[in-house]
């Protein structure tokens, strides 16, 4: 009966997606091209397909606006997925979509050139034009429509501002456009998209661009793709914006993320940058780690070298989010290339320069680390000439600038080995190839977000065939960070997962999300309002009912479905029997949801209702824990009555002990003493059959709810303070 988690929109029936086509084959071929294994070409196209029944059906004319989320992991290929989804659309019916490829020109023009290479429309009856609003191309309605009567497909690909949004939305108000089914993927959905002025009952502009293109399509399936939903998931379910379904895609094999760089193994990749050296690159000297990070990127790079493995790889500097540290920093940096190219160049085993034997100390420590993870190293006498022509002749003259201000990216397309230095630019969505060496001494000085912090892990990625050679040089507070966001982004996924497998809505999942880190919060407090649910030792009751005759009669057969099923023992708390109580002992939480508690319907004002009992749920299974429920229906002979309050409240409901000596039977000790099981550790369920003084012929179910502080101390791994018992999550 809740409203909470009503839906916004009206879901349409699954139709039958066709799973072959040429548009199909067409992407099967670029994903192999483009190293994607045959097992995980057929994995994306499981998902595309599953997604592509959730939006509408092109063969029905009825109205129909649906949202999505597309979740996937930071570096894992999201790309493909939604490109394959793209795919699968068009030999299903669709004609048109539009990808909305990024915030800067720069990640518009990086999908845009990530699209052009998978459909390269070289199989037969597979026709697609791609228009950019970075390339500057005309997306007139007519020019758009004159693709589609031709028989072509049309991707459209726009700058992530309200400015361009604008302008696809008037492309719709052609009648013939508006006709079409229109597929929408906002790439990086969780940035800038979300609605950032909510707290003020207003709208931001992309938002409300954003909003409006899909709105202004007659029928249209708007999907947010990200590898960090927490933004996406935590606002209201009544935003426009909030997916009416989701999907998780799970990395592809040789995916190395969380998991592998800051799991239990962690300190087989990770290396420490000292908490007095994390702001000397930003200032006067260069502190020790970073000479090291730079050692073990030529190191590593002649290790490869001598592998066989003959790609770019490159190396990553991200000091600051401040375009004046980037060239301070990159000034250092060259002043080091410099110095170590000269060596290099005249670099001769029979007569080494004096300096020389300074910077080969510097490799022979790298080597040595490497030799933890590195299997089969050729001696250092055999690599060190590797190691020379890697710094004089693959790596570029300089570092490589990318941020706001100057984007140097493209110069590294002429060399072997990079070192690119930048802050927000690379952090998110830009793909950094062959990365090995990370130098990260960037650190919050206050609370940051979850998914900020998460997006600039570049280090991510496929990279098993070389991750021996990885390193990610960071402080101890950021490793921490890391390990702690590894087990909340497991728990978001296990959350999401169990929830979609019990055939549970996305609209209906708790908004609670784990918190394992005080310096973090998971997303922008200008988009999602965040609270606090309490937890504690103690009874929670129910406080007002709901009045419909119908719900009344309901709620009772439930009730009494329920007793029959569980054969409670009637029970007398007092010698004179007028305190007699039906009891069914240690029944899994787990069973008493499913038998009776989700069957009821409650009042979304009542003490005890559908989304408490909801947080209640995901804080045990947060924890793997099904408590033991003592199931008891009070009076269960005679029932009970109270008197009334205003708005369908009631008075105490919880009947108080009539006993001066708790020794003295005869009378009753109270409600909240009644317990069962040994050291008061089961929850217990009470239910009430009470009527209201002047409406005698209507019992309503009632509940009271104890909390044992035994399975509060169950749950402590998500307390954020015990003292208090309160688990920290956030929602709506």
Same mark, same amino acid.
């Given at each position: 009966?809740?409203?909470?988690?009503?839906?916004?929109?009206?879901?349409?029936?699954p139709?039958?997606?066709?799973?072959?086509?040429?548009?199909?084959?067409?992407?099967?071929?670029?994903?192999?091209?483009?190293? /994607?294994?045959?097992?995980a070409?057929?994995?994306?196209? #499981?998902?595309?397909?599953?997604?592509?029944?959730?939006?509408?059906?092109?063969?029905d004319?009825?109205?129909?606006?649906?949202?999505?989320?597309?979740?996937?992991?930071?570096?894992?290929?999201?790309?493909?997925?939604?490109?394959? /989804?793209?795919?699968?659309?068009?030999?299903?019916?669709?004609?048109?979509?539009i990808?909305i490829?990024?915030?800067t020109?720069?990640?518009v023009?990086?999908? %845009?050139?990530?699209?052009?290479?998978?459909?390269?429309?070289?199989?037969?009856?597979?026709?697609?034009?791609?228009?950019?609003?970075?390339?500057?191309?005309?997306?007139?309605?007519?020019?758009v429509?004159?693709?589609?009567?031709?028989?072509?497909?049309?991707?459209?690909?726009?700058?992530?501002?309200?400015?361009?949004?604008?302008?696809?939305?008037?492309?719709?108000d052609?009648?013939?456009? #508006?006709?079409?089914?229109?597929?929408?993927?906002?790439?990086?959905?969780?940035q800038?998209?979300?609605?950032?002025k909510? !707290?003020?009952?207003?709208?931001s502009?992309t938002?409300?661009?954003?909003?409006?293109?899909?709105?202004?399509?007659n029928?249209?399936?708007?999907?947010?793709?990200?590898?960090?939903?927490?933004?996406?998931?935590?606002?209201?379910?009544?935003?426009?914006?909030?997916?009416?379904?989701?999907?998780?895609?799970?990395?592809?094999?040789?995916?190395?993320?969380?998991?592998?760089?800051?799991?239990?193994?962690q300190?087989?990749?990770?290396?420490?940058?000292?908490?007095?050296?994390?702001n000397?690159?930003?200032?006067?000297?260069?502190?020790?780690?970073?000479?090291?990070?730079?050692?073990?990127?030529?190191?590593?790079?002649?290790i490869?070298?001598?592998r066989?493995d003959?790609?770019?790889?490159?190396?990553?500097?991200?000091?600051?989010?401040?375009v004046?540290?980037?060239d301070?920093?990159?000034?250092?940096?060259?002043?080091?290339?410099?110095?170590?190219?000269t060596?290099?160049?005249?670099?001769?085993?029979?007569?080494?320069? %004096?300096?020389?034997?300074?910077?080969?100390?510097?490799?022979?420590?790298?080597?040595?680390?490497? !030799?933890?993870?590195?299997?089969?190293?050729?001696?250092y006498?055999?690599?060190e000439?590797? $190691?020379?022509?890697?710094?004089?002749?693959?790596?570029?003259?300089?570092?490589?600038?990318c941020?706001?201000?100057?984007?140097?990216?493209?110069?590294?397309?002429?060399?072997?080995?990079n070192?690119?230095?930048?802050?927000n630019?690379l952090?998110?969505?830009?793909?950094?190839?062959?990365l090995?060496?990370?130098?990260?001494?960037r650190c919050?000085?206050?609370?940051?977000?979850t998914? %900020?912090?998460?997006?600039?892990?570049?280090?991510?990625?496929?990279?098993?065939?070389?991750?021996?050679?990885?390193?990610?040089?960071?402080?101890?507070?950021?490793?921490s960070?890391?390990?702690? $966001?590894?087990?909340?982004?497991e728990?978001?996924?296990?959350?999401?997962?169990?929830?979609?497998?019990?055939?549970?809505?996305f609209?209906?999942?708790?908004?609670?999300?784990?918190?394992?880190?005080?310096?973090?919060?998971?997303?922008?407090?200008?988009?999602?309002?965040?609270?606090?649910?309490?937890?504690?030792?103690?009874w929670?009751?129910?406080?007002?009912?709901?009045?419909?005759?119908?719900?009344?009669?309901?709620?009772?057969?439930?009730?009494?479905?329920?007793?029959?099923?569980?054969?409670?023992?009637?029970?007398?708390?007092?010698?004179?029997?007028?305190?007699n109580?039906?009891?069914?002992?240690?029944?899994?939480?787990?069973?008493v949801?499913?038998?009776?508690l989700?069957?009821?319907?409650l009042?979304?004002?009542?003490?005890? #209702?559908?989304?408490?009992?909801?947080?209640?749920?995901?804080?045990f299974?947060?924890?793997?824990?099904?408590?033991?429920?003592?199931?008891?229906w009070?009076?269960?002979?005679?029932?009970?009555?109270?008197?009334?309050?205003?708005n369908?409240?009631?008075?105490?409901?919880?009947?108080?002990? #009539?006993?001066?000596?708790?020794?003295?039977?005869?009378?009753?000790?109270?409600?909240?003493?009644?317990?069962?099981?040994?050291?008061?550790?089961n929850? $217990? /369920?009470? $239910?009430?059959?009470?009527? /209201?003084?002047?409406?005698?012929?209507?019992?309503?179910?009632?509940?009271?709810?104890y909390i044992?502080?035994?399975?509060i101390?169950?749950?402590?791994?998500?307390?954020?303070?015990?003292?208090?018992h309160?688990?920290?999550?956030?929602?709506?």
């Amino acid at each position: 009966m809740t409203a909470y988690y009503t839906m916004s929109v009206e879901k349409p029936l699954p139709w039958p997606v066709k799973v072959d086509g040429p548009y199909k084959e067409m992407m099967v071929e670029s994903l192999i091209r483009n190293d /994607l294994p045959a097992n995980a070409v057929d994995t994306t196209f #499981n998902n595309a397909s599953e997604i592509l029944t959730q939006c509408p059906d092109p063969s029905d004319q009825n109205t129909v606006s649906r949202k999505g989320l597309m979740i996937g992991k930071v570096q894992s290929g999201k790309t493909s997925n939604f490109l394959s /989804l793209i795919a699968l659309s068009f030999d299903n019916g669709y004609k048109l979509a539009i990808v909305i490829g990024g915030v800067t020109n720069d990640l518009v023009k990086q999908n %845009t050139d990530s699209i052009r290479d998978y459909f390269d429309n070289n199989k037969p009856g597979a026709n697609t034009v791609i228009l950019s609003s970075s390339d500057k191309d005309d997306i007139s309605s007519e020019i758009v429509k004159q693709h589609i009567k031709n028989d072509k497909r049309v991707i459209l690909v726009l700058l992530k501002s309200a400015n361009r949004l604008e302008g696809a939305e008037s492309l719709f108000d052609d009648t013939y456009l #508006n006709s079409l089914p229109v597929l929408i993927i906002d790439d990086e959905g969780d940035q800038a998209t979300p609605n950032t002025k909510v !707290k003020k009952g207003g709208q931001s502009s992309t938002y409300q661009a954003a909003m409006n293109l899909a709105k202004h399509i007659n029928r249209v399936c708007f999907i947010s793709v990200t590898a960090t939903p927490q933004a996406n998931f935590l606002i209201s379910v009544f935003d426009e914006l909030s997916p009416d379904f989701g999907k998780l895609i799970t990395p592809g094999e040789g995916y190395c993320g969380l998991d592998v760089f800051h799991g239990t193994d962690q300190d087989r990749y990770i290396r420490r940058i000292e908490d007095e050296e994390k702001n000397d690159l930003l200032e006067e000297g260069t502190p020790e780690s970073f000479y090291r990070s730079l050692s073990d990127f030529f190191v590593g790079a002649a290790i490869l070298r001598s592998r066989g493995d003959e790609k770019k790889h490159s190396m990553l500097v991200h000091p600051s989010q401040r375009v004046t540290d980037h060239d301070t920093v990159g000034m250092k940096i060259n002043s080091i290339l410099r110095r170590w190219k000269t060596l290099a160049e005249s670099y001769s085993p029979e007569q080494l320069d %004096t300096s020389f034997l300074t910077l080969r100390k510097r490799f022979q420590k790298s080597y040595e680390d490497f !030799k933890t993870t590195c299997d089969g190293l050729l001696p250092y006498e055999l690599l060190e000439p590797l $190691i020379v022509k890697c710094i004089a002749r693959e790596c570029g003259p300089r570092c490589w600038i990318c941020n706001s201000q100057q984007d140097e990216m493209k110069q590294g397309r002429d060399f072997d080995l990079n070192i690119y230095v930048g802050g927000n630019l690379l952090q998110r969505g830009m793909v950094v190839k062959g990365l090995t060496v990370t130098y990260i001494p960037r650190c919050a000085k206050t609370i940051t977000t979850t998914d %900020t912090t998460e997006q600039r892990a570049r280090w991510f990625g496929y990279r098993s065939d070389y991750l021996d050679v990885c390193r990610v040089y960071m402080t101890i507070k950021v490793q921490s960070e890391y390990y702690d $966001i590894r087990k909340d982004d497991e728990d978001l996924w296990r959350t999401i997962s169990n929830a979609l497998d019990r055939g549970v809505t996305f609209k209906e999942i708790p908004r609670i999300l784990k918190n394992s880190n005080d310096s973090l919060t998971p997303t922008r407090k200008n988009i999602v309002s965040t609270c606090k649910v309490s937890i504690s030792e103690g009874w929670r009751q129910s406080n007002c009912v709901i009045k419909d005759p119908a719900v009344i009669e309901h709620n009772l057969e439930i009730s009494t479905a329920y007793q029959q099923e569980t054969h409670p023992i009637l029970t007398s708390f007092s010698s004179n029997n007028t305190q007699n109580h039906a009891v069914a002992l240690s029944r899994l939480l787990s069973n008493v949801r499913n038998d009776f508690l989700d069957k009821l319907w409650l009042s979304d004002e009542s003490n005890i #209702n559908e989304a408490v009992l909801n947080d209640l749920y995901t804080i045990f299974e947060k924890s793997n824990v099904d408590p033991l429920v003592d199931v008891v229906w009070m009076r269960n002979d005679i029932g009970e009555e109270r008197g009334p309050k205003e708005n369908d409240g009631f008075v105490q409901l919880l009947q108080g002990t #009539n006993a001066k000596d708790p020794d003295d039977r005869d009378k009753y000790l109270g409600d909240r003493d009644i317990r069962f099981s040994p050291d008061n550790q089961n929850l $217990i /369920l009470q $239910i009430h059959r009470m009527r /209201l003084r002047g409406e005698p012929n209507n019992e309503h179910i009632v509940l009271a709810l104890y909390i044992s502080d035994y399975y509060i101390k169950k749950i402590t791994p998500l307390i954020e303070n015990e003292d208090e018992h309160e688990h920290s999550t956030e929602q709506e």
